[in-house]
């Protein structure tokens, strides 16, 4: 398997931090492009407009946090894409993985309850990993 475009979803918190270190690492071994990125949920029924002063920090404060991600990929010479998008973030995830041609997305995840089975399935990264295109890798 060749990979060309890494896609790393990240919701900026710690748990991210295992998905773009992995991706940094396949990077490095197959001169892959990656993409991070960080999609904002919309408030449904709540025009952008309405919104717009908060979705404009909430943007800016998610392209500092990925300038910060960014920065060993851009240091080691690593092509590494930053994109802020709006939207429902399984579908914006699973967008932006055929826009751009992604051959692999490395998305944080979290440990399903065996003992309530079904309850955690509608999470986001169930939902991409059922949707994507291409080849998903949880981590967990």
Known sequence: MTIQ??????DM???SLAAVDFAFDLATRFSAETILLHVIEKIEY?????????????ESSAASGLQEFSERFQENGLTVDCLVTFGHRTQGIVDCAVERRADL?????HRIDPDRPGHDWSTISYGVAILA???VLLMK
Do not use: G
């Not at 709540?46 to 909430?58: A, C, H, I, S, W």
């Not at 997305?105 to 995840?109: K, R």
């Open 133 to 135: 295109p291409c080849a």
């Open 46 to 58: 709540v025009t952008f407009d309405e919104m717009k002063d908060l979705y404009q920090r909430l």
């Open 105 to 109: 997305i490395i998305m944080a995840s």
């Open 5 to 10: 475009r890494i896609l790393v979803p990240v």
């Open 13 to 15: 918190t710690e748990k």
